[in-house]
């Protein structure tokens, strides 16, 4: 009797791709003419495909407002769901009332969370067919509880741990502004069907700029909380922590700052400590807006040079801001941000008693590795596992002492926020991003982050590209201006640990004086 023949890494994927699709109702499956036609024109694909009344229910600017529509009735949630991609028609028929404060908004949700009967492959294909192990996560308990309607996980990175969309499974994610350019990642998939407006509210992960990356990528609004704000993990689970000492944070993926509000103070008021023990406890916390801040600006760290576009960038935020009233305060002593990846990679190593090796799914599959992990240099930058107690110590104390010297900074300086580029470039080509210094420095410290678009990156003729240092090659994107056409510039906004409230507070403000002609 011969042996039973082996699934390969390349069988499994295209069986999972053909099972996606065929539960994908065929009038909303692209005809590959179509396809071919909108890898031009993503972003005007809707006005195509959609007939007019669809067209209008995706076009709603907020999912604030959609929402208000939902709770009311003026709009149907099947009707909704449709437009986007009825159990809750028939609850607001037979109640009168809205099911809870996202009844029946369409909201999507990162791969990383689990769904009852669907997969988590976190872009392995080893972990195809693996529906049936999981524990529903406590973020999809509660927005279930809320009224959401979650109708797609969206594509993520292979190992979660490299700024490009791709992998084996699925194929790469595609920016909406530019298709050769990066969606961002890990949370790529989020940031790509927010700003197309396949999805008017998403929800991603963040570890090292998950949230924040994908959002500047596609020019979209992001938000990372601090930790154990919003809630991931499971209900009465024995699942350890992805990483010690640096923990996931979840938030939202939104077309507008009213969503990152809307979503953040919704889930916080659904107390999510009784869905995620983790999660803190704390009440929201009501704050005045401020008019008149105190506004930190830290334009690059030398060491990792920000191209042209993007200082310019930054320097006219600053001068809008100062001219509108706030104090402006540049700074230029702070911590090093390489030297700050290069601790916060060292704790994501540390091996957690009962957690797998990183790449342990790969080796058993002999799956090969995507690109911008194997082309790129980042290979020497991912995580080496941590073997003895003096290196774990060590690394947690360096963590502690970028935590008071940037709590020093923001006491000496008298600052309500930071802003701060979210990366040295805006998107850049597939496969090019390299590492997150600029955002992995705020999960190293625990400071929430929002990011907020900033319109066009502008290009002279005069720029240059900034010089690295010889072990950075390969780490960063080049700076070749016709490489980054149609780029788009992004904010990084930043305050200390446990001030989400403030935060959100003084970014909408700085959001409302930066884009106010949007």
């Known amino acids: 009797m011969s042996p039973l023949k082996q699934t390969t890494w390349k069988e499994k994927a295209d069986a999972k791709r053909a099972d996606v699709l065929s539960n994908i109702p ?98 392995f294909t ?33 190992t979660m741990m490299t700024a490009d969309s791709e992998n084996n499974i699925f194929g ?20 790509a069907i927010v700003k197309q ?3 008017i509210l998403g929800v991603g992960t963040d570890i090292a700029g998950s949230i924040r990356i994908p959002s500047a990528c596609c020019h979209t609004y992001g938000f990372k909380p601090s930790n154990h704000r919003l809630p991931f993990y499971t209900k009465d689970s024995e699942d350890t922590p992805f990483c010690f000492g640096i923990d996931v944070s979840s938030g939202p993926i939104a077309n507008s700052f009213e969503d990152l509000k809307f979503f953040f103070e919704t889930v916080v008021q659904q107390n999510p400590r009784k869905y995620d023990v983790t999660c803190s406890s704390l009440p929201l916390i ?55 990846w290069k601790t916060a990679l060292s704790i994501y190593s540390i091996k957690v008693k009962g ?3 990183f790449f342990e799914p790969l080796i058993k599959a002999q799956e090969p590795l995507i690109a911008s992990l194997s082309q790129t240099g980042i290979e020497y930058y991912l995580p080496k596992l941590s073997d003895t107690l003096h290196e774990t110590v060590s690394s947690l104390r360096k963590a502690k002492s970028f935590s008071q010297r940037w709590h020093d900074i923001f006491i000496e300086h008298e600052l309500d926020v930071l802003i701060m580029p979210p990366a040295p470039s805006t998107a850049p080509p597939h496969d090019t991003y390299g590492i997150p210094p600029y955002t992995s420095m705020w999960n190293l410290v625990d400071y ?7 319109g066009k990156a502008k290009h002279t003729p005069n720029d240059v590209a900034p010089e690295l240092a010889s072990h950075l090659e390969g780490m960063f994107a080049r700076y070749v201006p016709e490489d980054y056409k149609d780029g788009l510039a992004s904010i990084q906004i930043v305050s200390p640990k446990g001030t989400d409230e403030a935060l959100l507070g003084a970014a909408e403000v700085i959001d409302t004086v930066l884009n106010a002609s949007k």
């Open 126 to 158: 080893e972990h195809i067919g693996n529906a049936k192990s999981l524990k529903q996560s406590s973020m999809v308990d509660l927005l279930y509880d809320l009224g959401a309607v979650l109708y797609i996980k969206t594509n993520i990175p292979q």
């Open 355 to 357: 957690d797998v090796d």
């Open 26 to 123: 065929q009038e909303w499956v692209l005809a590959p003419k179509e396809i071919k036609e909108f890898r031009q024109d993503i972003l005007g694909a809707p006005t195509k495909l959609l007939d007019p009344a669809e067209l209008e229910i995706t076009e709603i600017s907020t999912a604030t407002e959609l929402a208000k529509k939902l709770a009311t009735g003026e709009l149907k949630s099947l009707d909704v769901a449709k437009a986007f991609m009825h159990q809750l028609d028939e609850y607001f028929e037979k109640h009168k009332k809205p099911s809870g404060p996202f009844h029946g908004l369409p909201i999507s949700i990162k791969d990383s969370f689990n769904i009852e009967g669907i997969d988590t492959t976190l872009g």
């Open 197 to 199: 407006r396949g999805s």
């Open 172 to 191: 790469r994610t595609l920016n909406p502004n530019n298709p050769t350019l990066t969606a961002g990642g890990s949370s790529g998939g989020e940031g």
């Open 286 to 340: 009501p704050v005045k807006k401020n008019e008149q801040m105190k506004i930190g600006v830290l334009y690059e760290d030398p060491s990792l040079p920000v191209h042209p576009p993007v200082k310019r960038s930054l320097e006219a935020a600053a001068k809008i801001l100062e001219d509108a009233g706030h104090k402006v305060i540049p700074l230029s002593s702070f911590p090093n941000f390489e030297d700050a």
């Open 448 to 454: 929430p982050a929002v990011v907020i678009p900033h």
